[in-house]
């Protein structure tokens, strides 16, 4: 199963100098390790990303307001990443102000 992205909700609308992306893991099966996440944020128009690698021990980060523009449409995914590099994928959508 995927993470489970606690914040923002999906469609929320958060502070463009203050988002902190969180998240829980998601049930495993017996014998799947997660060593890792990966965190995405993404613009379209005109692209722009902002990608960060997490151990596994770490459920949230905090997105640079230097990335972030006002009153603007992100896509937002984790990825759990498994110790055989096997990946799960959250993904959501969120809008600053």
Known sequence: ???????????????????????????QPAGVEIVSYQVIVERENPLRVFSVDLPASTTSVTIPAEFLEPATQYKLEVLAIEASGNQTITEIEFMTM
Do not use: C, L, R
């Open 1 to 27: 199963a995927g993470p489970i992205v606690v914040t923002p909700e999906p469609g929320a609308v958060v502070a463009a100098d203050n988002a902190v992306i969180s998240w829980q893991p998601g049930d």
